[in-house]
Nanobody
Framework: QVQLVESGGGVVQPGGSLRLDCIAS????????MTWVRQAPGKGLEWIAD????????RVTDSVKGRLTIVRNNIRHVMYLQMSNLKPEDTALYYC???????WGQGTQVTVSS
């Protein structure tokens, strides 16, 4: 069955960096656009970024441009979210999902705090 498993979250100080991984299985990953979504405490879901099947086209929400980069490795069936210069407002539960939101991972918590 389809599985998306995120990892890489943790506690980091402001200005720090993290890389989130999303390991995919159970579907043709190399044919599927993918997305990252986050949910901050007490807030709704926020789309962050998406990437086309071959990784050639990406979109990132304005609030994270220049700080978060979405990439993928179709051989390893993994999508990444490279995050740098993290801010307290980046604190959230981060989910990976297929582009149509049919399938989601369980989420990985990122906490930015001094």
């Amino acid at each position: 069955q389809v599985q998306l498993v995120e990892s890489g979250g943790g506690v980091v100080q402001p200005g720090g960096s993290l890389r989130l991984d999303c390991i995919a299985s159970g579907f043709t990953f190399s044919h599927t656009s993918m997305t990252w979504v986050r949910q901050a405490p007490g807030k709704g879901l926020e789309w962050i970024a998406d990437i086309d099947p071959n990784g050639g086209t990406t979109r990132v929400t304005d609030s994270v441009k220049g700080r978060l980069t979405i990439v993928r490795n179709n051989i390893r069936h993994v999508m990444y979210l490279q995050m740098s210069n993290l801010k307290p407002e980046d604190t959230a539960l981060y989910y990976c999902a297929t582009y149509n939101y049919d399938y989601w991972g369980q989420g990985t918590q990122v906490t930015v705090s001094s």
